[in-house]
């Protein structure tokens, strides 16, 4: 196999002394940046375990000792021996202060809000984010110009009109009519309640009348009832002759029948005939 040429003066040679040094660059600036990432690192956690145990120095000891010794500390001359006291000391005496910055936290705050605003959109808001009312909600339909012309007294009649419906509906204003009505009836009738009784010789006649049509009415029926009932015992003693009904004759039996091999058929079906008795019958 032959070996790979590459061109010495092409810019995309990699083996060129340029690319070669922009790689080495690129390396070193990673180193840098993997350094300063560590440090920066190593840096919080310490914080971080230096705030932490703060914390349980205060919570042991309690800030009413701290505060003394502050007091102590400006009392006590420059060359005294208690101006010789180490870090571990200096820290243990200053009152732990966690100070933040207001300024960045109300921008960090005002950035989360700004985020969110785009992601939601709350009831009764546009895409904006501003509440405002639709275009149908501010439309009038002519309801100013309805109240403008109502007068106080159209009110007041339209106000009883609906008092007297209510009271129209009202189930109970029923009820007591009703009962109202009952009372009035049964008062009417123990006054008006008499035995009626014939006065004159008319009266009496008619009456008579009336009883002999209804007698002759009921006389009719039962007569008819009993023939009825007659027929059914008839028909359960002898269902056979009572299912046997005379022929009924139409007027198309009394026709002349059009028949060349049955001359007698021509003739009317009348037996009294002296020639259909006197025909010759061989068989």
């Not at 007091?71 to 000391?89: A, L, M, Y």
């Not at 309640?193 to 008579?208: A, L």
């Not at 026709?255 to 001359?263: D, G, I, K, V």
Request: charged share 40%; with cysteine.
């Amino acid at each position: 196999m032959g070996k790979l040429n590459l061109l010495p003066h092409k810019s995309w040679n990699v083996y060129s002394q340029k690319n070669i040094e922009k790689v080495r660059q690129d390396e070193r600036q990673a180193e840098l940046k993997g350094e300063s990432k560590h440090q920066r690192a190593t840096k919080a956690e310490q914080e971080i375990r230096l705030e932490t145990l703060r914390a349980r120095a205060i919570s042991r000891s309690g800030i009413t000792n701290t505060v003394t010794e502050l007091s102590n500390d400006h009392k006590e001359p420059f060359g005294s021996s208690s101006h010789h006291r180490t870090d571990s000391d200096h820290r243990k005496s200053k009152p732990l202060h966690h100070t933040t910055n207001q300024e960045l936290d109300a921008e960090k705050l005002a950035e989360k809000k700004k985020w969110e605003r785009k992601l939601t959109v709350y009831l009764g808001e546009t895409r904006d984010g501003k509440k405002e009312t639709p275009w149908y909600a501010d439309m009038d339909y002519g309801r100013s110009r309805r109240e403008k012309s109502v007068r106080p007294a159209d009110l007041e009649s339209r106000s009883r009109k609906d008092e007297q419906k209510k009271k129209q509906m009202d189930p109970v204003q029923d009820m007591a009519r009703y009962l109202s009505k009952k009372k009035k009836t049964d008062v009417h009738d123990h006054s008006t309640f008499k035995v009626s009784k014939p006065k004159s010789h008319e009266s009496g006649e008619i009456s008579s009348c009336s009883n002999t049509l209804t007698i002759e009415e009921l006389r009719k029926e039962r007569l008819q009832r009993e023939a009825k009932e007659k027929q059914r015992t008839r028909e359960l003693l002898d269902p056979l002759k009572a299912s046997r009904t005379e022929p009924v004759k139409h007027d198309s039996d009394e026709r002349y029948y059009n028949a060349q091999f049955n001359p007698s058929h021509i003739r009317r079906p009348n037996h009294k005939d002296s020639d259909f008795n006197s025909r010759y019958r061989p068989y």
